[in-house]
């Protein structure tokens, strides 16, 4: 780590960033200068974390002293923020989705592509130790040649749509707000990017509501090294928010259901799965974010994820969105 050399930090958004603006809080590589919110009962938040609390963002954009702004606003300011912060000389950490529209991601990689500016989005699941188990199992070829893979973003939060937020922007996508995750982590554990998309949804159960996007969705994925996957993004489920991901080899199978691994070595009828073992942290949506910090520090490329990972995964998801409407696959940009 070079020394003297500090992160300045700001955080926009105060529900999941009340988590980034405390991970800036315990770095000891990085100081919190202020947080925003919209709403001004957060302000008691800002006391919790002994930082200053601005109305205005433009405080945050404005203060050439801070050079890494985390940006946890309703997904709909995302790109708005983004591209301030970019004009701005800023480092940007930011929530999923990276924006909302094919338009302004085509923008922001222009923006980004001839500039110093480090991005990154919290793709926190890779983190997760269960997940993180998972890849070292398929490194070490436990499971063989992978063929195929599924996996489910359950929500099971039927009040945050109805009574919060989503609910009441212009546009809520599903699969860019939960869906995106499971890309990711399909992306990541195959070391390959999916290149075509097909996806059907609907919203029977949140219909009469005041939700009024799909609330389920299932997308059909084809990777660039012959890897098919089916993500499903389900946020009328009747369960606990939870991911699920099975991951098919030529030598094995295995299963993520809530807290669990199973693993599958046989096809034989008197077989039965192993259970692998993990060591749980309560600290890995820290990690992400940290891993960040060290990497603005060292001038060095993030790559966990890498800028092209999060690319990808945003691509994805509007190729989800366009096929819903065109009923066909469609490619996916990279």
């Known amino acids: 780590m070079k020394k003297n050399k500090k992160i300045y930090a700001a955080t926009i958004g105060l529900g999941f960033g009340k988590t980034h603006a405390s991970t800036f809080k315990k770095n000891k590589f990085s100081k919190l200068i202020c947080v925003n919110d919209k709403d001004i009962k957060k302000k008691k938040l800002a006391k919790t974390l002994n930082t200053e609390f601005v109305k205005n963002t433009k405080h945050i954009f404005n203060n050439k002293k801070i050079n890494l702004i985390s940006i946890a606003s309703y997904d709909n300011y995302h790109f708005k923020h983004i591209y301030t912060a970019i004009k701005n000389n800023k480092n940007i950490f930011v929530e999923k989705p990276l924006c909302q529209n094919i338009k302004q991601f085509f923008l922001i990689k222009k923006l980004l592509k001839n500039e110093k500016i480090k991005l990154s989005s919290n793709f926190v699941l890779r983190y997760h130790p269960k997940f993180k188990k998972v890849k070292q199992l398929i490194d070490k070829n436990v499971i063989g040649k992978i063929y195929s893979m599924e996996g489910e973003y359950n929500y099971g939060r039927l009040e945050k749509l109805t009574k919060g937020w989503r609910g009441k922007i212009p ?3 599903i699969v860019q707000g939960g869906g995106i995750h499971i890309i990711d982590l399909m992306n990541w554990l195959t070391k390959s990017p999916p290149i075509k998309a097909i996806s059907v949804g609907n919203n029977l159960i949140l219909k009469q509501s005041n939700f009024k996007f799909n609330d389920n969705n299932i997308a059909l994925l084809k990777f660039k090294n012959g890897v098919v996957g089916k993500v499903t993004s389900n946020f009328s489920c009747t369960m606990p928010h939870n991911h699920y991901l099975k991951i098919y080899g030529n030598k094995g199978t295995i299963e993520v259901s809530f807290d669990k691994i199973k693993l599958f070595k046989s096809r034989s009828k008197k077989a039965t799965s192993s259970s692998i073992k993990y ?54 940009s990279q």
């Open 279 to 332: 060591k749980n942290s309560k600290n890995y949506k820290e990690e992400l974010l940290n891993n960040f910090i060290k990497c603005i520090l060292e001038n060095k490329k993030n790559k966990n994820p890498s800028l092209q990972d999060i690319y990808s995964s945003m691509s994805t998801c509007f190729a989800i969105e366009k096929s819903i409407k065109s009923n066909k696959w469609e490619k996916i």
């Open 171 to 173: 546009f809520y996508s």
